[in-house]
């Protein structure tokens, strides 16, 4: 997460599981980053947020690197050696 204030990533120091009065469980996580600036931010589970998830949305994914070969058998491996032995 970045500061709100310089914009340079914070370090989470402290994180807490509370309840509020009328049940519900949050995490408060407490961020400082490299000026020492704080951010306390509250999370809360949520089935189906009203938020759109658009940076999934607009990820650019990489191309998968070439498929590994293929593993040879025993037998073809053992072949191959007997035949260098001989």
Request: glycine share 2%; proline share 3%.
């Amino acid at each position: 997460m970045k500061c709100h204030k310089c914009g340079k990533d914070t370090d989470v120091k402290d994180t807490r599981t509370l309840e509020t009065n009328i049940g519900v469980c949050f995490v408060r996580r407490i961020r400082y980053c490299p000026k020492k600036h704080k951010t306390i931010t509250h999370e809360i589970l949520a089935d189906h947020s009203a938020i759109p998830d658009i940076y999934r949305n607009k990820r650019v994914r990489k191309l998968k690197a070439k498929s590994k070969p293929k593993k040879q058998n025993k037998e073809e491996w053992l072949t191959r050696i007997l035949s260098q032995l001989d």
